[in-house]
């Protein structure tokens, strides 16, 4: 599946939340950034992420902000 | 200012493209991966936005989707 | 790929039109819903987006509001 | 009320899950696709959403990614 | 209708912006502050907005950051 | 640090619920509206938010939706 999306950021699971119903995923990006996503319990499930894991962080354009010092 | 996206991450513009009313700039972040935000053109002008500035890619969790191959 | 967003609705595309920046792509999902993304013009180009190609439309769930009469 | 959404698909509700502040909805649109959206519990309660009621997803079109295979 | 965002704040249309695809519409909100949407240019014409009409700026509470100085 | 969202309102944190991983934070601003962001868990640590603080809402105008009657 190829995704609109223009931010596709290539990682790995380094750690997963799973609260009631929204799991918080982190994964170590590029560089060694850490990226956190907020998904459903169900795609944790669905996707099977587990620590290790390789993983994308996907971003639509449209909701990355931009700061400056 | 401190802001509660979980994402922010260190860059420099690579590139700003202007529409009627909307922009599109790229950042280079670490590790060299590039991000593109789709902002207003007010927010270009109003950061004073220009290749080679740094600046930082903010993407709240919730925002970030999680893909596997 | 397999990505965590909840809803992917398998469609067809119906109408492509692109602005300065930012592009309008309208699926026609089952049931005969038209859905319409608001994506950059450079991800139309780059999934080479066209009137009759099948194509989903993804939404992530804490991306849906509900509403009741 | 008229939204500027211009994504509004008329449904049912078949499965609403409540977290400790995150609840999942699930719609039946159209068709038969599920769409899955994420409200606060708050939004539950306010608008009573129970099982069987006709409801609408609500989506932005700038929420909207498109992919294709 | 009733819709499942918990941010609905009552204002009026004090500019409009059509750009090639995208408008940009200013409402003026209680105590006088300007909150800026981003929306299709059908959206305007299909909501007929204009300065000096009544309108309510509407935000999911998952598209809201909290910041702090 | 200054962000790109256009819309930045001032105000007070009136409320704050922590749930499993997603708290929701409820402002006070301008005018006397409230405002409610669901933030993760993490960010309300991270910034220390307690009811009292001065906290600002921040809104991408891509996040605003608009609404007539």
Do not use: Y
Not at 32 to 61: P, Y
Request: hydrophobic share 50%; charged share 25%; proline share 0%.
């Amino acid at each position: 599946m190829k995704i609109s999306a223009r931010n596709v950021l290539e990682g790995k699971v380094v750690k997963v939340t799973k609260g009631a119903t929204t799991a918080h995923v982190v994964l170590e990006v590029a560089g060694g950034a850490k990226v956190t996503a907020s998904i459903t319990n169900e795609a944790v499930d669905d996707l099977g992420l587990k620590v290790g894991d390789a993983a994308k962080a996907v971003v639509k354009a449209s909701d990355v902000l931009v700061a400056i010092d």
